[in-house]
């Protein structure tokens, strides 16, 4: 790869940080879902709250809670210490982690480091290693998915759906043909669970099938209502080249909101479960735009086996309150559980949500 290539992935990578932290990048038409639910309050819990346990099962594995941190970044210099301090974190709370994007580490050498830290600093935590799917429809070597799995190694592979954020992305690949059959190859054959995961605009119960069909194990919603990233490379577009002229204005403001809520996508690909009793060990992450516990325990009595956050975790990460945050969401979740008499995490799952008036 050029150096000049490698420098565009690199400046990407740092402004995406960037942008996420300071700029607008929420859904302005559109919100996550959450909001059109609420737990049926239990007058006689009969638990003891300090007894409540949070503790449950991710792909066969024991974690400490239902709550993953999710895909963020990689493949620069300052990544590197962003990834040890959420690696140290989620090794702290026994919870899953993704990494970022990790098309760098295949490009370049040099930024191996940033991604191989993680399990340095988090030995006994289920890691993910992370590729985009143009990257799969074009054809993963074996030696490159090797490098993907070892250099972190890795639990499972991430394989992100980004079709919206590449349309946006001055330098984006909009070429997806093929991505099923090269995705069908790589299930076949690698020794981990390959997660879906969308990065903002949601899975449909109709996509959701084909993933698992072309042998997926784990769905990752990361529905609308979170992070648009179409917003993210807008923002870059129009810094380097001006008033964007690609879209015409009333398109523009549609396709920057473009998604399926998360709370919706939950919903359908539940039913899709129930639907077909084949798939009912597939598993499902709800992400996009959960910003407390009581949307982790929402998720949950959707029918997700854990739910996920990037943008509140990095936001967290930079102001020094990481640790603080994820705490307190987890005591938010033990709140929710305590008034719905749900002494443990299945117990939660099989509460009924009410639609609110």
Known sequence: MSD?????????????????????IAFNSKNTGFEKFEFEHNALPEI???????STTFLDKRIGAPFMISSMTGGYSEAATLNRHLAETAEHFSIPLG?????????????????????????????????????IAKGLTDLEINILLELLEADGLIVHLNAAQELFQPEGNTDFKHFLQQLSIITAKIPVPVIAKEV??????????????????????AGAGGISWQKVEEIRYTRQFGHDTRFSTPA?????????????????????KKEHPEFRNTEIIASGGIQSGIDIAKSLAL????????????????????????????????????LTGSASIEQLRNKSLIIKQ
């Open 252 to 272: 523009l403001e549609e396709l920057l909101n473009w998604g399926i809520p998360t709370a919706q996508c939950l919903l359908d690909i539940n039913t899709l």
């Open 99 to 135: 990494v970022g994007s990790m098309r760098q580490a295949l490009e370049n050498s040099s930024y191996r480091d940033s991604f191989a830290i993680v399990r340095k600093y988090a030995p006994s935590v289920q890691i993910f290693a992370n590729i985009g799917a143009p990257e």
């Open 200 to 221: 903002g605009c949601g899975i449909s119960a109709s996509a959701a099938l084909k993933l698992i069909e072309a042998g997926v194990k784990v769905i990752d919603v």
């Open 303 to 338: 029918g997700a086996q854990l739910a996920a956050s990037a943008k509140y975790v990095l936001k967290a990460l930079h102001q020094g309150t990481l640790e603080e945050t994820i705490k307190t969401w987890l005591n938010d979740l033990r709140a929710v559980m305590f």
């Open 48 to 54: 003891c709250f300090s007894n409540i346990d949070l």
């Open 4 to 24: 000049s290539t490698s420098n565009i992935t690199i400046e990407r990578k740092h402004s995406h940080v960037e942008i996420c932290l300071h700029d607008d």
